[in-house]
């Protein structure tokens, strides 16, 4: 049972990366999923989640309007497209199982910088 990211990676400010996260050894399609970051010095922030169909999301109010969750379930994935990124968007990026019991992927690292 595990999780594991990928698609991180060093981008200038303004421009996109696209997440992905693949699930293995689960019944992935019945679980919501999220995203969460964590900056250098600071505590794991939530960014995004998605309801197990994908026909529900949420996103933090700092990355409304530039970030996408998406699944497909028959690929077992979960993506976080991210657009317009700015400095403040650097650190790993890790997805997570919601529901019970909590799984978490390694992480990937986002930089973003000129």
């Known amino acids: 049972v595990q999780l594991v990211e990928s698609g991180g990676g060093l981008v200038q400010p303004g421009g996109s990366l696209r997440l992905s996260c693949a699930a293995s050894?689960?019944?992935?399609?019945?679980?919501?999923m999220s995203w969460y970051r964590q900056a250098p010095g600071k505590g794991r922030e939530w960014v995004a989640q998605?309801?197990?169909?994908?026909?529900?999301?949420d996103y933090a109010d700092s990355v409304k309007g530039r970030f996408t969750i998406s699944r497909d379930n028959a690929k077992n994935t979960v993506y976080l497209e991210m657009n317009s990124l700015k400095p403040e968007d650097t650190a790993v990026y890790y997805c997570k199982r919601m529901g019970w019991p909590t799984l978490w992927g390694q992480g990937t690292q986002v930089t973003v910088s000129s």
């Open positions: 998605i309801d197990n169909t994908g026909g529900s999301t």
């Open positions: 050894e689960f019944s992935f399609s019945m679980y919501g």
